[in-house]
């Protein structure tokens, strides 16, 4: 998700006519203005998606280190505030059960017992398609097969449900959190508590 942080027109206009009495540049006035209030725009998404999902793929601050601020410039009073990740696996989020013991398949081993978790906060639930796998390289997942589909091993053999393709549970990215989360008018009404702000210190000072 990229998430701009700019002054509309006819604030941007306003704002040059109060501040043109002072020796202070305008733009610089702006510049601070936005980039103060991406800093607190990417804190306050990191803070909302902490709150909204679950497990360790949403803490505060691994959700922080996944945002970057592109930071506004007196040529260019426009913030961008940029979260990035991989797609989640579901397990990145909260899933208990994920412990494998039995071995089912040459493939690997697998939990019979069904995991339980939640992407968004609130109780786990059973997961009725999926179950825990563990692969040849160690690596486990929470996967569910994929009904007709043999997986390339069993091409051409008659379909049977252990030969089925198994397909791994993923869930948002970072990006997608974020965007579930954002809301236009609070970030609109932080830029502006920023404007005054940085107004009326300046209007002081001046």
């Known amino acids: 998700m990229n998430l701009r ?14 501040l043109r009495t002072l020796e202070k540049s305008e733009e610089s006035v702006l510049k601070t203005a936005v980039n103060n209030t991406a800093t607190k725009a990417r804190k306050l998404l990191a803070q909302k998606m902490s709150q909204r999902y679950a497990g360790k793929a949403a803490r505060k601050g691994e ?10 410039t007196a040529s260019s009073v426009t913030a961008t505030v940029i979260f990035s990740s991989p797609i989640h696996e579901v397990k990145d989020f909260h899933v208990t059960g994920l412990k494998v013991r039995s071995p089912y398949t040459k493939r690997g081993k697998f939990r019979t017992a069904r995991p339980k978790g939640n992407v968004l906060k609130g109780g786990a639930k059973k997961f009725d398609e999926g179950f825990a796998v563990e692969f040849k390289s160690g690596h486990i997942a929470v996967v569910s097969r994929i009904p007709g589909v043999n997986a390339d091993k069993f091409a051409g053999k008659p379909k049977k449900p252990h030969y089925e393709k198994l397909r791994v549970w993923y869930s948002p990215s970072k990006a997608s959190m974020a ?21 009326e210190k300046v209007l002081k000072e001046g």
């Open 63 to 72: 959700v922080l280190d996944s945002g970057r601020i592109e930071k506004a």
């Open 179 to 199: 965007a579930n989360v954002y809301d236009a008018d609070e970030i609109s009404d932080r830029l502006h508590e920023e404007i005054n702000k940085i107004m």
């Open 5 to 18: 942080v700019q002054v509309n027109e006819t604030d941007y206009g306003q704002i040059i006519q109060s």
